[in-house]
């Protein structure tokens, strides 16, 4: 590990935030002796952001909380085209409504880990429709295209991927990396921002930034990228058998959230705790410390720490509880995810496949029959091995719900509707 003097590389090298750094010595020093203003890119491709942009997320808010500036930078102009980085195909093109709202969710959830109205150093949303939307087409060829070689294009890994597999890529597409460079030329003149981060898969892509910077006469210009991270056993940050993990609690209950991260393998806990919680390294160090089934209290740990910093502290408690009352009593919480049914659809009966599929626990009806074959479907705690059984409202309980199980650790509330 490297030692570095200033607060911001301390933190992220002790961390494991650090997978590149353009200029180490020269970065550091910068950001021992002034305030810095860096910036993250993210395109409006949805409403939400998943698990998987935490880290970069993670990232800004250090770099605020070490006495920095930063920058969630907002593609509304980029992500009218796209990023083709390591994707198999050109992704679906948005209209300028569609990404404007995208917009406006992703700020709350940026709000929950920078301080946007902080009297010193405030984070800045900024986004880059204000100046790639009125770009005068031949103008920027001229004084921006012309500085970029197709031929070291061709050679970034982005774009070999797409090539060398023989998908097609754009030329829109390939125009992205020239106006995401563009963008940190903008906000360096705008804002005097020094560093972008990201991903270790956008690192041509900042190189690019600094590259175009140096050749259009900006003071020097820095890249720091974070790895991208997977799980212990291989999977990918941000999913989960039944889809993306999102940020936002209208697409992913807090419930569902808070379990995510309870159910972490072991080896990843520690690792995790670094990364997606503020909980001081000396408290990690000990729970570093725990063994055998104790390793459980660090896991519940982990997820109402990650799920109070998105959520807030009292529905990360409240989460934390609703599972203690499910495992550890049996109990029904009125905070499990639900799904509503039209009571005359229980009235009449409702395909037990039918109802685990709405609900949520399998994809198709033949994913929930061998869910049922396997044992893994309760019914208000009873197993079910019918898998023709009907649902019906004689399973309604005193408490006005049924409860569907899959497993030890899945569970919907049915309620009549």
């Given at each position: 590990?490297?030692?570095?003097?200033?607060?911001?590389?301390?933190?992220?090298?002790?961390?494991?935030?650090?997978?590149?750094?353009?200029?180490?010595?020269?970065?550091?020093?910068?950001?021992?002796?002034?305030?810095?203003?860096?910036?993250?890119?993210?395109?409006?491709?949805?409403?939400s952001l998943h698990v998987g942009h935490l880290t970069q997320i993670m990232l800004l808010?250090?770099?605020?909380?070490?006495?920095?500036?930063?920058?969630?930078?907002?593609?509304?102009?980029?992500?009218?085209?796209?990023?083709?980085?390591?994707?198999?195909?050109?992704?679906?093109?948005?209209?300028?409504?569609?990404?404007?709202?995208?917009?406006?969710?992703?700020?709350?959830?940026?709000?929950?880990?920078?301080?946007?109205?902080?009297?010193?150093?405030?984070?800045?949303?900024?986004?880059?429709?204000?100046?790639?939307?009125?770009?005068?087409?031949?103008?920027?060829?001229?004084?921006?295209?012309?500085?970029?070689?197709?031929?070291?294009?061709?050679?970034?890994?982005?774009?070999?991927?797409?090539?060398?597999?023989?998908?097609?890529?754009?030329?829109?597409?390939?125009?992205?990396?020239?106006?995401?460079?563009?963008?940190?030329?903008?906000?360096?003149?705008?804002?005097?921002?020094?560093?972008?981060?990201?991903?270790?898969?956008?690192?041509?892509?900042?190189?690019?930034?600094?590259?175009?910077?140096?050749?259009?006469?900006?003071?020097?210009?820095?890249?720091?990228?974070?790895?991208?991270?997977?799980?212990?056993?291989?999977?990918?940050?941000?999913?989960?058998?039944?889809?993306?993990?999102?940020?936002?609690?209208?697409?992913?209950?807090?419930?569902?959230?808070?379990?995510?991260?309870?159910?972490?393998?072991?080896?990843?806990?520690?690792?995790?705790?670094?990364?997606?919680?503020?909980?001081?390294?000396?408290?990690?160090?000990?729970?570093?410390?725990?063994?055998?089934?104790?390793?459980?209290?660090?896991?519940?740990?982990?997820?109402?720490?990650?799920?109070?910093?998105?959520?807030?502290?009292?529905?990360?408690?409240?989460?934390?509880?609703?599972?203690?009352?499910?495992?550890?009593?049996?109990?029904?919480?009125?905070?499990?995810?639900?799904?509503?049914?039209?009571?005359?659809?229980?009235?009449?009966?409702?395909?037990?496949?039918?109802?685990?599929?709405?609900?949520?626990?399998?994809?198709?009806?033949?994913?929930?029959?061998?869910?049922?074959?396997?044992?893994?479907?309760?019914?208000?705690?009873?197993?079910?091995?019918?898998?023709?059984?009907?649902?019906?409202?004689?399973?309604?309980?005193?408490?006005?719900?049924?409860?569907?199980?899959?497993?030890?650790?899945?569970?919907?509330?049915?309620?009549?509707?």
């Amino acid at each position: 590990m490297s030692e570095f003097k200033s607060d911001f590389l301390h933190t992220l090298s002790e961390r494991g935030f650090i997978h590149q750094i353009s200029d180490e010595s020269g970065l550091d020093e910068l950001l021992r002796k002034e305030t810095v203003t860096a910036y993250i890119g993210y395109d409006p491709t949805a409403s939400s952001l998943h698990v998987g942009h935490l880290t970069q997320i993670m990232l800004l808010h250090w770099f605020q909380a070490t006495g920095h500036q930063p920058i969630s930078l907002m593609g509304g102009g980029t992500g009218m085209v796209g990023d083709p980085s390591f994707k198999e195909e050109a992704r679906k093109l948005m209209t300028v409504e569609i990404i404007e709202d995208n917009i406006a969710s992703l700020k709350h959830v940026f709000a929950n880990y920078l301080d946007y109205d902080k009297s010193e150093t405030p984070a800045l949303m900024i986004n880059n429709a204000e100046w790639l939307r009125g770009l005068n087409y031949l103008e920027f060829l001229r004084d921006v295209g012309r500085h970029f070689s197709v031929n070291r294009m061709l050679s970034f890994d982005s774009v070999k991927t797409r090539l060398d597999r023989e998908q097609s890529l754009s030329f829109l597409e390939f125009n992205y990396m020239i106006l995401q460079a563009y963008d940190f030329v903008e906000l360096h003149k705008r804002t005097g921002c020094r560093l972008q981060m990201g991903g270790s898969d956008q690192w041509g892509n900042i190189i690019n930034g600094i590259d175009l910077g140096h050749r259009m006469g900006t003071t020097q210009l820095y890249a720091l990228t974070s790895p991208l991270l997977t799980t212990s056993s291989g999977a990918k940050m941000g999913k989960s058998v039944n889809g993306a993990v999102w940020l936002n609690k209208d697409l992913l209950p807090i419930y569902d959230f808070w379990q995510y991260w309870r159910n972490t393998e072991d080896a990843d806990v520690i690792r995790f705790m670094k990364l997606f919680t503020t909980l001081p390294m000396a408290e990690i160090n000990r729970l570093a410390a725990l063994g055998g089934s104790e390793i459980n209290d660090a896991k519940k740990i982990l997820a109402t720490e990650v799920t109070a910093i998105l959520h807030g502290r009292q529905a990360a408690e409240e989460a934390a509880e609703t599972a203690r009352k499910t495992f550890e009593e049996g109990a029904v919480s009125e905070n499990l995810p639900s799904v509503d049914v039209p009571a005359s659809e229980l009235e009449a009966g409702i395909g037990l496949l039918t109802l685990v599929v709405r609900a949520g626990l399998a994809s198709s009806n033949g994913e929930a029959r061998r869910h049922v074959q396997g044992g893994a479907v309760r019914i208000n705690d009873e197993a079910v091995s019918d898998e023709r059984r009907l649902i019906g409202s004689g399973d309604v309980t005193s408490d006005g719900i049924v409860k569907l199980s899959l497993g030890k650790k899945k569970h919907i509330l049915v309620r009549p509707a």
